[in-house]
């Protein structure tokens, strides 16, 4: 497959309450492991860029799955996701990578898959909704992000918005399932999904 499964995980979950959204059970299993089992099916390996303070909970969480996992630290925690992004592409080791936001364990594999297909000489494939793109639900060519994530950073820009004007972006409007896209990032949406199938089709 060439490709790296990205787990963007370091956040302070501050709308999540005072527990850790990772390690939220939906279905029995932590976000996190949906998470990482949903990235094993298109990638060949998966790093997940988390706090030095969360690893040991999360490497727990994820016990006893057959899944190549490796540690992107935070050396400075709390820069957001622009910087754990950049963290995680500077531990890959293939030319894609494929990443998503610890909160969407619906995310589906085949249209992961079908990203992966439709990279061809772009830096990245991003869907794009009306609230706007998805970057922590994409796939980009590893070298030239994580660069522009670090002429971006050093530009003193922390968002992931800014670091897609800096590349080649094939915006994908279509083909990508609402459910797919869902954040679980509130424990009201958690309840939801767990109660209801809460998230969008």
Not at 150 to 176: K, M
Request: hydrophobic letters at 45%; aromatic letters at 2%.
């Amino acid at each position: 497959m060439n490709a790296t499964g990205v787990v963007v995980a370091g956040g302070r979950s501050t709308r999540f309450g005072d527990r850790e959204k990772a390690l939220a059970e939906l279905d029995g299993r932590p976000m996190l492991a949906h998470v990482v089992a949903t990235l094993s099916a298109v990638a060949d390996s998966v790093v997940v860029n988390c706090r030095p303070d969360q690893r040991a909970a999360f490497a727990d969480a994820l016990a006893g799955y057959d899944t190549d996992i490796a540690w992107a630290l935070d050396e400075r925690p709390d820069e957001g996701p622009l910087a754990g992004l950049a963290t995680a592409l500077a531990a890959a080791d293939t030319d894609r990578a494929v990443v998503l936001g610890c909160d969407m364990p619906l995310a589906d594999a085949a249209t992961l898959g079908t990203l992966l297909d439709r990279l061809g000489d772009h830096d990245a494939v991003v869907p794009r909704t009306d609230g706007g793109p998805e970057p922590l639900h994409a796939v980009y060519r590893v070298e030239p992000t994580l660069s522009a994530a670090r002429a971006t950073l050093g530009d003193g820009e922390r968002s992931l918005r800014a670091l897609l004007d800096g590349l080649d972006v094939n915006y994908v409007e279509e083909t990508v399932p609402a459910r797919s896209l869902t954040s679980i990032d509130t424990e009201a949406r958690l309840r939801a999904v767990q109660t209801d199938g809460g998230a969008p089709e």
